[in-house]
């Protein structure tokens, strides 16, 4: 392994040692030359580099990474991304799961920083210096609290504060029963929605009985911690993600609990996701008349979300809405905030709906701040025959090259054309 290489590690850096594994033979990466960086990585990278750079697609090297397992290390160091990624491409075996669970749960029951000193580092407490910060490996991703040790020699430690996460992953990978509320617990520990232990708890809870799950998660829609109602309203909002769930035999107890929530509920996340889970189990194009008390709501996030769900999906009474409803998306799309804006204007990309109202409010939205809400408004224009908001909508995809939001927006008005869609 070339200098430049481990000084990268060493580093940190990133994008210099993906650009040097990059110009390496790709069957060498799965190999040796692959288990010599990922050595390094252990030695001198720390848990959240390897995250990072063996997120999910990489090429991940089996073990073992110099001497070490690379499912036990990431057990114990709270790499719960790297750990799950290393059993999607190689499943181990029961006695290592095992041991990797007993190593990880060592850690539920400490402070971390604290232990972290009292494993890795043996300099006087005075001359180390602690450093706290997130990692994250997409946009989309869960993220992990890292704390890093730096001793005044410069010897460093770390450790990710994911080991909830990792424990629950390794009880799926063993098939052991854990409880909702052990569950709920893991995601409560660190009450933050972006961490990897709440997601993994949501996770493995969506694995469960659906009907039991609903149930158990309508039981804590009151609870007195706000934490609380947020994980299992966001849990019954992911729920409904899959597909139709309104004909389900729990639909209608599930949703008498969240419009009672609904009037109820003052944190703005917690009733977000109560807004969303409402319309998930509510018919498909149905339109949600109990969503306009919160039509001029002060917080613009609830806005957004009425923005989004008032016309729940397509067909039925969604298709044709009644002048007041329509009236009322319109003012929702003149909305001071920019995004309750474009989630008001994406109503209109279906071309049924259309009035002169509606076609002066678009051609407001074209002048737009936010280009993605110009490319909204012209694309909704021109699917309804506007040949200057098509015209305008081509220039912008030609700006924004291919694959840009404006290349596939032009691409889907033209497909709407080409079927007959223009009024």
Same mark, same amino acid.
């Given at each position: 392994?070339d200098?430049?290489?481990?000084?990268?590690?060493r580093?940190?850096?990133?994008a210099?040692v993906?650009?040097?594994?990059?110009? *390496?033979?790709?069957?060498d990466?799965w190999q040796?030359?692959g288990?010599?960086?990922?050595?390094?990585?252990v030695?001198? @990278?720390g848990p959240?580099?390897?995250?990072l750079?063996y #997120?999910?697609g990489e090429?991940?090297p089996?073990?073992?990474?110099? @001497?070490?397992? &690379?499912?036990?290390?990431a057990?114990?160091h709270?790499?719960s991304?790297?750990?799950?990624?290393?059993?999607?491409?190689y499943?181990?075996?029961?006695?290592?799961l095992s041991?990797?669970?007993?190593?990880?749960? $060592?850690?539920l029951?400490?402070?971390?920083?604290?232990?972290?000193?009292?494993?890795?580092?043996?300099?006087d407490?005075?001359?180390?210096?602690v450093l706290?910060?997130?990692v994250?490996?997409?946009?989309?991703s869960?993220?992990?609290l890292?704390?890093r040790?730096?001793?005044?020699?410069?010897r460093?430690?770390?450790?990710?504060v994911?080991?909830?996460?990792?424990?629950?992953v390794?009880e799926?990978?063993?098939?052991?029963?854990?409880?909702?509320?052990?569950l709920?617990?893991?995601?409560?520990?660190?009450?933050? &929605?972006e961490?990897?232990?709440?997601?993994?708890?949501?996770?493995?809870? *969506?694995?469960?009985?659906?009907?039991?799950?609903?149930?158990?998660?309508?039981?804590?829609?009151?609870?007195?911690?706000?934490?609380?109602r947020?994980?299992?309203?966001?849990l019954?909002?992911?729920?409904?993600?899959?597909?139709?769930?309104?004909?389900?035999?729990?639909?209608?107890?599930v949703?008498?609990?969240?419009r009672?929530?609904?009037?109820?509920?003052?944190?703005? #996340?917690?009733?977000?996701?109560?807004?969303?889970?409402?319309?998930?189990?509510?018919?498909?194009?149905a339109?949600m008349h =109990?969503?306009?008390?919160?039509?001029?709501?002060?917080?613009?996030?609830?806005?957004?979300?009425?923005?989004?769900?008032?016309?729940n999906?397509?067909g039925?009474p969604?298709?044709?809405?009644?002048?007041?409803?329509l009236?009322t998306?319109?003012?929702?799309?003149?909305?001071?905030?920019?995004?309750?804006r474009?989630?008001? $204007?994406?109503n209109?990309?279906?071309?049924?709906?259309d009035?002169?109202a509606?076609?002066?409010?678009?051609?407001?939205?074209?002048?737009?701040d =936010?280009?993605?809400?110009?490319?909204?408004a012209? $694309?909704?224009?021109?699917i309804?025959?506007?040949?200057?908001a098509l015209?305008?909508?081509?220039g912008m995809?030609?700006?924004?090259?291919?694959?840009?939001?404006?290349?596939?927006?032009l691409?889907?008005?033209?497909?709407?054309?080409s079927? @007959?869609?223009?009024?």
């Open positions: 392994m200098q430049v290489l481990i000084d990268a590690i580093a940190g850096d990133l210099t993906r650009s040097r594994l990059s110009a *390496m033979p790709q069957h990466l040796d030359a288990r010599v960086v990922a050595g390094e990585v030695r001198s @990278g959240g580099f390897a995250q750079l #997120e999910g090429i991940v089996s073990g073992p990474w110099a @001497g070490t397992d &690379p499912v036990l290390w057990a114990e709270g790499a991304e790297l750990l799950e990624h290393l059993l999607s491409r499943p181990a075996p029961e006695q290592t041991r990797a669970l007993d190593a990880a749960r $060592t850690w029951d400490v402070d971390p920083e604290a232990e972290l000193r009292r494993r890795f580092v043996t300099a407490d005075g001359a180390v210096s706290r910060d997130h994250c490996t997409g946009e989309y869960p993220r992990a890292r704390i040790l730096v001793a005044a020699d410069g460093r430690a770390e450790v990710l994911g080991h909830r996460a990792v424990v629950t390794l799926q990978a063993l098939g052991r029963a854990v409880s909702r509320e052990d709920l617990s893991r995601a409560l520990w660190s009450a933050d &929605p961490s990897c232990d709440w997601s993994a708890s949501r996770q493995a809870l *969506m694995r469960l009985p659906a009907e039991k799950t609903a149930r158990w998660a309508v039981g804590h829609l009151d609870d007195q911690g706000v934490a609380a947020r994980f299992v309203a966001e019954l909002h992911y729920s409904t993600f899959a597909g139709e769930i309104a004909d389900e035999p729990y639909a209608a107890v949703l008498e609990a969240l009672s929530r609904m009037a109820a509920e003052s944190d703005t #996340e917690a009733l977000c996701s109560v807004l969303g889970a409402y319309a998930g189990f509510s018919e498909i194009g339109i =109990e969503f306009l008390p919160f039509v001029t709501d002060h917080r613009p996030e609830v806005r957004g979300r009425v923005a989004c769900e008032l016309l999906g397509v039925g969604a298709d044709d809405p009644p002048q007041p409803i009236d998306l319109l003012v929702l799309a003149c909305d001071p905030d920019p995004e309750v474009a989630a008001a $204007t994406s209109f990309l279906r071309p049924g709906i009035t002169p509606l076609r002066e409010v678009l051609n407001v939205r074209m002048r737009d =936010e280009r993605q809400m110009r490319v909204n012209a $694309t909704c224009l021109a309804r025959g506007d040949e200057n015209a305008l909508l081509r995809g030609d700006e924004d090259g291919y694959l840009s939001h404006a290349w596939v927006q691409d889907y008005a033209e497909r709407a054309l079927r @007959g869609h223009q009024t």
